[in-house]
């Protein structure tokens, strides 16, 4: 870990679900600045439930707990801006500019409503959804291809030396698209060459970042966590067959334990 930023000196606590992307983008970020911080994986049966239905009353992960300042905060967006500002104290994954500071927020509100909204929604119709409804895949599908258009023509208009979305340096800004960005294939069930057709510019951004040990570190402990819950690939208990019949188990209260 980099010792660059100011470390508190109480580990931040990471409340989260395994499967999904977002919460994986708050741990990212933790890593890459170094911070100590500990995570607090639970099931998904629990998210409506107490003790983290007092932290978050949405119910959504991520939510994390500083006890440096006694602040508790939820939605990734608003985390990663409060990581940044609070403790990125040399301005590595930031600029103090005014252009590009909100250049770097910009970013990471299109990545918060463009990029997961509509990965997410093409992920649910094409993998948890009970019934298929193709118009609506393909309604995303080409919603997640337009997005990749703007980043590739931002990227593809830059120096190369420069292949980032602000400046000269990888920012935080960058770093939020790779959660969603790293289970493409998945959601989308192409091959990563059809993925990253006409983006090649978004291919090698991303695939620099996903070699960095921040992310390494990152899906390690991402791995452990549906390991330990007995997880499924699709965030489902091992011995459950459909999302909707999790769901469906949830909520009769019946016994969710992976078989």
């Known amino acids: 870990m980099s010792t660059k930023s100011t470390n508190p000196p109480k580990p931040i606590r990471v409340w989260l679900t395994p499967p999904g992307p977002n919460s994986w983008k708050t741990v990212y970020l933790l890593e890459e600045l170094g911070l100590s911080y500990e995570i607090k994986s639970f099931r998904f049966d629990d998210v409506k439930k107490k003790p983290f239905i007092d932290i978050n009353p949405n119910g959504r992960v991520p939510a994390i707990e500083d006890p440096n300042t006694e602040l508790v905060l939820w939605e990734s967006g608003a985390i990663s801006q409060y990581l940044i500002e609070q403790y990125d104290t040399e301005n590595r994954l ?105 983006a090649p510019n978004v291919r090698a951004w991303h695939e620099k970042m996903v070699e960095s040990p921040a992310w390494k570190r990152s899906m390690e402990h991402r791995a452990k966590a549906m390991d330990d819950q007995g997880l499924q690939w699709n965030g489902v208990p091992k011995g459950i067959e459909t999302f909707a019949e999790y769901e469906a ?11």
């Open 94 to 198: 930031s600029y103090t500019s005014l252009k590009e500071k909100h250049h770097c927020n910009q970013w990471l509100q299109f990545q918060v409503s463009g990029q997961g909204p509509y990965y997410g929604q093409c992920g649910w119709f094409q993998h948890l959804h009970q019934e298929k409804f193709p118009s609506a895949i393909e309604r995303y599908a080409t919603e997640i291809k337009r997005i990749i258009s703007v980043l590739q023509g931002v990227l593809a208009a830059k120096p190369a030396d420069q292949q980032f979305l602000v400046g000269d340096k990888q920012t935080y800004a960058d770093m939020a698209f790779v959660p969603w960005n790293f289970r493409l294939s998945e959601v989308l069930m192409q091959s990563w060459d059809e993925v990253w057709e006409n």
């Open 249 to 259: 188990k949830i909520a009769a209260g019946d016994d969710t334990t992976p078989k």
